[in-house]
């Protein structure tokens, strides 16, 4: 495993060995209407421990004012990024929507070189209109290969995550690595969601013996059974984002084996309730002692 190294504990509050980050995006409308001060934001994520942002890098580039306001405020508080999120479908219809891929993952490694980001995670990916999962599956990872290939020497590790957004593509175990190993490249590595799989009807802890060879960056979220709820598993079993460590997501359980086998990259919150900002300071306190417990 090769896990990123980088960070510190915030001052005041109890030492943890976890390095807990965030992800950006659950704060993206409170920042972007100005009802969360992006000081405020950043000042009560580091008095909680949590030392990383992970950014959705598009939505800096559409907010820019906000986003220079939330990464001078980081600045300040000393605080670093763990990885970029970058929106970017591998697949599309055709070589030249693939030749587009290709250059919007290449812009976002530079933004993600700039700002000293260690990785970037390239998601959504699909198949196209009447293509099969399993040449999506062969596309997507003959793209990515070829933006690794572009990659190289920028200090950015190129990574996938089991998506839920579609279930049955790229969201379990099987097919995560099926991906990752089909691009040829040992670069290529593995975001851990250990929510995500629950969609794709997978155990958190079994995906992760399939991929631990190649994380270097976990998504910490929980999901708990609802029965109205629209986010639905390939069984059809509903899921509703929840407080982590109150739901099905075997948070507790993957901790501990990312612990076991010397993990030492970020762990970054995906808050799914509100209040996010809240639930982070929340969330931050049940990993770290989740951490320290395993």
């Known amino acids: 495993m090769l896990p990123h190294e980088g960070g510190t504990l915030a001052i005041g509050v109890t030492m943890s060995t976890a ?3 965030i992800m950006v995006s659950a704060f993206h409308r409170s920042l972007s209407d100005g009802s969360l001060a992006p000081a405020k934001l950043v000042n009560d994520l580091r008095a909680a421990g949590i030392t990383a942002l992970e950014p959705a890098l598009s939505w800096g580039e559409n907010e820019p004012r906000r986003w220079a306001e939330v990464r001078a405020a980081a600045g300040d508080a000393g605080m670093v990024y763990s990885c970029g999120d970058a929106g970017v479908n ?6 030249s929507d693939r030749q587009r891929a ?13 700002l000293a980001c260690p990785a970037i995670l390239v998601v959504g990916s699909r198949p196209a209109p009447g293509m099969s999962h ?3 599956r062969r596309v997507m990872a003959e793209t990515l290969a070829r933006a690794a290939a572009r990659a190289e020497g920028s200090g950015v ?7 839920g957004v579609t279930p049955a593509f790229v969201c379990s175990g099987a097919h995560v690595r099926e991906v990752v190993e089909a691009t040829g490249r040992p670069d290529v590595k593995v975001t851990f969601d250990n929510g995500n799989f ?4 997978d155990e958190p802890a079994a995906a992760y013996v ?3 060879e190649r994380i270097v960056h976990v998504h910490i979220k929980d999901f708990a059974p609802a029965g109205g709820a629209r986010l639905r598993s390939l069984a059809g079993e509903a899921h509703v984002g929840c407080t982590v460590g109150a739901g099905r997501a075997q948070v507790r359980e993957c901790l501990a084996l990312l612990k076991a086998d010397g993990y030492s990259g970020w762990l970054s919150l995906e808050v799914g309730v509100a209040p996010a900002l809240a639930e982070a300071v929340r969330a931050a306190g049940v990993v770290a002692r989740m951490w320290d417990g395993a």
């Open 19 to 21: 390095r807990i980050s």
């Open 90 to 95: 591998l697949v599309g219809e055709g070589d």
């Open 102 to 114: 290709l250059d919007a993952v290449a812009h976002y490694v530079e933004a993600a070189a700039a």
């Open 134 to 136: 399993e040449e999506g």
């Open 157 to 163: 590790t190129l990574t996938i995550e089991d998506f």
């Open 198 to 201: 629950l969609l794709a009807d």
């Open 210 to 212: 399939l991929l631990k």
